[in-house]
């Protein structure tokens, strides 16, 4: 696992075994609040190993910025701390998370150990502030990739943990693009420092304009693309044919995963677009 020092008394984790899937630390005089917990039990037990004993502090908060699996699945590491998160992800994880971590199991024994823990505190609406030393922590929604997403800024360093709204390839087969677009565009005015995105390296201010400029590109150039389709006598087949490149991304992003995610984009805007019809 990869970790790295964003700023004063705060840390980035990136796994080496699924999608460069990320997590963070804010450190405090006496305990500290972790943001997401990665899928696999070893890597979220050495950033447990890091944070405890390196750092030298006890994790007394985790926020989860979404429900899916590689974010939430390590919550339960982390013993006695206060998971928060939005009011629909702990609906999402209680109605999907137990059946997919007994489908999961069937495939890696390690996940044995792993135990479904929804958050315990949750904000529906507007934000949610907290202050972790010197720092202030605002928590707001930032749907798109899933119906949940919220984004974990710390004011003072403008770093923003902005989960799986933003990431190297968009992916919205769980959410909606028209509400990632969205998100993508309120992150690009937030005057940031760092976003460390749920998937994939962090992303500095000299290069921010340039990402989120890509992946505004990239939603609409796949909108486009799935309109034509949908003109078309073989949908299927056309829509096969749109590549990755066309739409302005590389198939390389994501450690090779995306040309599989850019197919499963396309095929689930193409049934978005066909039931709004």
Not at 30 to 57: K, N, S
Not at 61 to 87: E, L, M, Q, S
Not at 175 to 196: C, F, P, Q, W, Y
């Amino acid at each position: 696992m990869h970790r790295e020092r964003v700023s004063e008394n705060v840390f980035w984790f990136q796994s080496e075994v699924y999608a460069q899937v990320t997590a963070g630390v804010i450190i405090g005089p006496q305990w500290a609040v972790v943001i997401d917990t990665l899928a696999l039990p070893e890597e979220t037990l050495g950033m447990r190993e890091f944070i405890e004993h390196e750092l030298g502090v006890q994790v007394r908060y985790v926020i989860n910025t979404h429900y899916h699996a590689d974010h939430t699945w390590g919550n339960c590491f982390f013993h006695g701390a206060t998971v928060i998160g939005h009011a629909k992800c702990r609906e999402l994880l209680i109605e999907y998370g137990m059946p997919s971590l007994e489908e999961a199991r069937k495939q890696n024994a390690n996940l044995r150990q792993v135990k479904i823990v929804p958050p315990h505190l949750t904000f529906a609406s507007g934000e949610l502030a907290m202050r972790v030393g010197k720092k202030n922590l605002i928590l707001s929604p930032s749907f798109g990739h899933s119906a949940d997403g919220i984004s974990v800024l710390v004011e003072e360093d403008r770093v923003l943990f902005a989960g799986d709204a933003f990431m190297s390839l968009p992916y919205i087969v769980d959410g909606d693009a028209d509400d990632l677009l969205a998100s993508v565009k309120r992150i690009g005015r937030m005057g940031l420092e760092n976003i460390i995105q749920g998937h994939g390296d962090i992303i500095l201010r000299g290069e921010i304009d340039a990402a989120v400029k890509d992946n505004t590109n990239y939603l609409n150039n796949i909108k486009k693309a799935v309109k034509s389709a949908g003109k078309r006598k073989n949908v299927d087949e056309y829509l096969e044919s749109i590549t990755i490149e066309e739409c302005g991304k590389s198939r390389v992003f994501l450690g090779g995963l995306a040309e599989t995610l850019h197919r499963r984009n396309l095929r689930a805007l193409h049934r978005k677009m066909n039931s709004d019809e």
